[in-house]
């Protein structure tokens, strides 16, 4: 965990027993290969491969389904259920939305992980993810660099590319990335203030 996501998640967090920890007593991990990628009841994920193999991947995320207007972030759904499913690391994440449920899959393999989501019940027509990720390459959270890979992700779409000089973090959706929009890390201001970074 870098120390602006440590000092967010403290402020965030400080009302429980320990505030600013990086918790994995809930929710799941899975893992297979070179990474370990932690799933919160919430929809985070945050890699914790740097002891397994010196990668370090996402730092932190956070997921919402944008419709009819409104964004509604996976972290405010209720949590339905998380489970591995069957024997395997594939972890099934479910939140009520309301009218629909969604269904967050998390599957980490090799070097990369995946995860799709799916919406069931009575999806609004112009549902669509949205998606906010903070990667870190080689425990960075500077000096990194941000390329848009036009036409290198499924179908020719685009593919976004993060990295520092030995490690490149890449994301991908399989219906193709629509917009993507880097966010310059909180000032110091920021850091210092009693309320956490949105």
């Known amino acids: ?26 929710g799941a991990f ?75 899959f998390d599957l980490t393999l090799g070097r990369a992980h995946l995860t799709h989501v799916e919406l069931r019940g009575a999806v609004p027509t112009d549902a669509q993810l949205t998606a906010f990720v903070t990667l870190a390459p080689e425990g960075r959270e500077t000096q990194v660099a941000r390329l848009i890979h036009e036409q290198e992700g499924p179908n020719n779409t685009k593919a976004v590319e993060v990295f520092h000089r030995n490690e490149h973090d890449y994301i991908t959706a399989s219906t193709g990335l629509s917009d993507v929009r880097g966010q310059v890390p909180e000032s110091f201001d920021e850091i210092l203030s009693s309320e956490p970074f949105e």
């Not at 870098?2 to 990086?22: C, I, M, Q, V, W």
């Not at 964004?71 to 024997?87: A, S």
């Open 1 to 26: 965990m870098r120390l602006r996501t440590a000092l967010n998640t403290y402020k965030r967090d400080h009302s429980k027993r320990f505030p600013g920890e990086s918790p994995t007593t809930s």
């Open 30 to 104: 899975s893992g297979h290969g070179d990474r370990l990628v932690h799933i919160g009841h919430d929809g985070a994920l945050r890699d914790y491969s740097a002891a397994l193999s010196g990668l370090h991947g996402i730092d932190r995320s956070r997921f919402a389904i944008e419709a009819n207007g409104n964004i509604q972030w996976f972290d405010q759904l209720e949590t339905v259920r998380q489970h591995y499913y069957q024997e395997t690391t594939l972890v099934e994440t479910e939140y009520d939305a309301g009218e629909f449920t969604v269904h967050q």
